[in-house]
C-alpha cells in the first residue's frame, strides 16, 4: 500500500524539485571525536519537502550527520567540526547565528522515544513555551488549540484526547514516539531529523508512525534513518548510502534498490554486512 | 541422572555455613544498637515528661528541663540547613550540569570527596577561625550554624549530585534538542524531578549534625545559659554540648538525666530521618516515569 504511495508522490516531488533549494547542504563535513575521526568530506543535498532516507551499517556515522545538522554535537565538548553546513540556504557556522534558532528550525526524532516526564498536553508545549516569550499571555484557549492542531497532524488527538493531563509516559511506545514528533510541530520547524524512529516499535508501531512520517511529507523536510531496507524503501523517496564516516551513493530511492551503482551498496543491500 | 553427588553436598553444606556465619555477623551488628536503644529507654524513659521537654535546667543542671537546649539545637539545625541548601544545590548544579568533564571538574570532585572525611575538630578550628573571628560574628548561632552548614556541605553536594544524576539523561538530551538552554533544563524538567532526592538527602544530612559536639562547641554553643536564644547572634545551650556537660563535668547529676537528655536526642534525629524517609517515599509516589 505504501509502495504505490510512494510511486504516485514521487512524480509530483519531481516537479516542484526543480525550484527549492536544498533544505540541507554540506560542503566537505569532516567531523571529529578527538583524535577519531567519524566523518569524512562529506558533501550532500538534501532536496527540500521530500523525505531522504539514510542508510548505513552500525557506527558509519549517521547519527553522527544528524546530530551536526543542529549543532547539538557541540555540547560534547570535544568534538571538532570542519567544512559548511547549510540549512534553507543559510550557512549554520555563520557567526551570526544562534544555536538556539537552529534547533528551533530543525527538529529531531530520537530512536527511543523520550517524553519528558510531563503531561500529554505540556510535551506539546514544551518547545512552543521555549520559543515563544508571548506564551503566558496566550488564552487557555489558544494553547489548547495548538495542542490539538499538533495531535491531529500526528494522528494521535483521538487516542489521547480525553487524558492530555495524564503523564506522557504512560503512553505506549508508539503512542509515546508519535507525542515526540508532535511536540515539535508548534515551533513549525522546517526540518525533521528521525535517528531510527521505528527501532524500538513493534511491527504494528511501525507501520502506524511510518505511514505519520509519510503524511508529514511536503510540510517538512525529512531526513529519516534506518537500519530497516524494508521502510527506506517504502518510506523515502531519495536515499543516502553510508560506510565508514562516508557518503557512498545518493539516489532516487527506487534506483538505489533496483540498481545500486556502487559494489559496497549493492552488498549492504543484499544484506551482506551490517 | 538428577541425584546429588558428593560435591553437590559439600558445597551444599559450605553454602549453609556460609549464611549463617554472614547472619550471625549482621546480627553482632545490631546487637550494640540494641543494647544501646533499649538501656536509653529503659534508664532514659522515667525521666520524660512534658516538664523535662519544657522547662529550664535547675540546680546547676542537676534538676529541671531541657528547653534551653532543645530549642537551641533546632536553631542550629534550621539555620545550618538554610545555609548549606543554597550553596550545596548550587555547587551540584554546577557540577552535574555545567561543568565539562576535565581534570579541573576532577579535582574539584576529589576535594569535595576528600572535605567529607575532614574530622569534625578541625571544622571546629575553622569556625573558630573564619566566622567567630574573621568574620566577627561572636561565639553565636550563626557561626556554630555556618561551622555545621562547612561541615556537611561535602555530603550534601554529593547527595545532591546524586539525585540530579538519577534523572535520565534521555531528557536532558530531548529538551537541548529541542534548543533549551542548560538553564531551562534545569528549571522544567530535571529540578522538579530530583527535588525530593535532594531535599530528603540535604534534611537527613543535616539532621544528623544535630549530634555533633566538636563543630558547635568553640563556636556558638553554651554550657549552661537557662534563656532562649533571641537571633541568631546569640549564644545557645544545645542538646549535644549539654549531654557532655551533665556527663562529665557536673557532679551530682541524676544517674538517669544523661539518659533522658541522649533519649530525646536520638528521637529528634530519628524522627528528622523518619521524616525524610517518608517524604522520599510520598515524592517517589508521584514520578511520572
Ligand atoms: N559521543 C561520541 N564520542 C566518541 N565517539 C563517538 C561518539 N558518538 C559516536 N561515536 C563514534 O562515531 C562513529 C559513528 O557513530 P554514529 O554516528 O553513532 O553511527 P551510526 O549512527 O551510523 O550507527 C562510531 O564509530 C562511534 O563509535
Ligand atoms: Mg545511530
Redesign the pocket.
Known sequence: MAESASNVTRTDAIETDAIKTDAIKTDKLSLW??N?Q?LFDVDLAIKQGIITSMI?P????????LRSINRINER?GYVRTRGKIEVLGHDIYGPEVEKVQVRKQVGMVFQRPNPLPLSIRDNVLFAYRLHDPQHRRKGKAALDEIVEKALRQVLLWDTVKDRLQRPAGLLSLEEQQKLCIARLIPVQPRVLLMDEPCSALDPAGTEAVEELIWELRGDYTILI?THNMAQARRASEECIF?LMGKVVEHTDTAQMFVTPQHEETANYIEGRYG | MFETTDLNQRNRQVESRVKTLFLLMTLLLILPVLVILTMLVIKGGPMLSIDFLFTEPTQGMTAGGILPALVGTVWLVVVALLASVPFGVAAALYLSEYAADNWLTRIINLAIINLAGVPSIVHALFGVGAFVLFFRFGTSILAASLTLAVMTLPVVIVSTREALQAVPHAFREACWNMGATRWQTIRRVVLPNSISGILTGVILEVSRTAGETAPIMFTGAAFYLPFLPQSVYDQTMAMSLHLFVISTQVPDVPEGLPYGVALVLIGMVLSMNALSIAFRTYLRGKKKW
Open positions: 571525536y578527538g577519531f567519524a548505513g552500525s557506527g558509519c556515522g549517521k547519527s553522527t550527520f560534547l534513518v553510508m
